[in-house]
């Protein structure tokens, strides 16, 4: 698009956004990645994921660049070999994890190993373990070692205004010891404060020596504004909220309708829809 600088890197989220509610990565994004690579321009995908749970889009991708799982609470390459990571304080996860059980919520710790859970019939931990493509380990309580080992905590619940206000508590009594944001309705993830998807923006534009004016960023989630604030052009996705839309320079269709696909090729490539 004119008046623009020449987009160099497409960051990508990947729920809600690379794939279906399925969570089918479709002929048409696969296509348009590969459409992306023959005009020079680079993929990269983050997401609240683990690392291991975004393996299954390596290959199909063609990803060639650091892969940033948990919102940038570690950075892998292609063989999933951590090049960097972030762990939570113990005392602020501890104090997340007692702000996330009083305020009603489920929680999952995730460690750079471990998906840690005490209850595997609780909400969407079967939903989870079918898009991540492995098992939870269950115990019957956070330890202390847990939260030393804590890159992630999340939590859960479908009470959405509760998930909500918890957010809001997290960040009012955390403040800048941790990033807390939305990657779902009914997720709040809580991180080390360098770990957000907009930190992800700031890291590849330094890795990759490409100016943050020349990334785009595509989304669907609240987390995801993060990374629109410090990229050159951001794209929401037809199926985000309108706070989110509102805060994107476009809007595209929906993952449902190969929303991503279609942003590649009328936003980034510059192509007719």
């Known amino acids: ?114 998906w840690l859970i005490r209850d595997p019939d609780a909400p969407h931990v079967a939903r989870e373990a079918f898009t991540v493509q492995f098992d939870a380990r269950i115990v019957p309580s956070f330890t202390d070692e847990h939260l030393r080992q804590c890159i992630k905590m999340v939590g859960v619940s479908d009470d959405y205004p509760r998930v909500q206000q918890c957010e809001q508590a997290v960040q009012r009594t955390l403040g800048d010891r941790a990033s807390a944001t939305r990657s779902q309705p009914y997720y709040l993830d809580i991180t080390h404060p360098q770990a957000n998807k907009g930190a992800v923006v700031e890291h590849l534009s330094r890795l990759l020596s490409i100016p943050a004016d020349r990334i785009a960023t595509i989304g669907d989630g609240i987390n995801d504004t993060l990374m629109f604030a410090k990229s050159g052009f951001s794209i929401a996705m037809g199926n985000a909220s309108d706070e989110v839309k509102g805060r994107a320079n476009v809007v595209a269709d929906a993952n449902e309708q190969d929303g991503f696909a279609k942003a590649v090729r009328r936003f980034i490539l510059g192509r007719d829809a």
């Open 1 to 114: 698009m004119t008046g623009r600088p020449p987009i160099a890197l497409l960051l990508a989220d990947v729920d809600g956004t690379l794939v279906t509610q399925d969570k089918v990565l479709t002929p048409e994004a696969q296509a348009a990645a590969r459409e992306l690579r023959t005009a020079g321009i680079s993929l990269a995908v983050t997401s609240g994921r683990p690392p291991k749970g975004m393996r299954m889009l390596i290959e199909p991708l063609a990803l060639d660049t650091v892969i940033a799982g948990f919102n940038g609470g570690v950075y892998v390459d292609t063989k999933l070999i951590v090049l960097d990571q972030r762990t939570l304080d113990p005392d602020v996860a501890r104090e997340g994890l007692d702000i996330v059980t009083g305020g009603g919520l489920d929680a999952w710790l995730y460690t750079g190993e471990d």
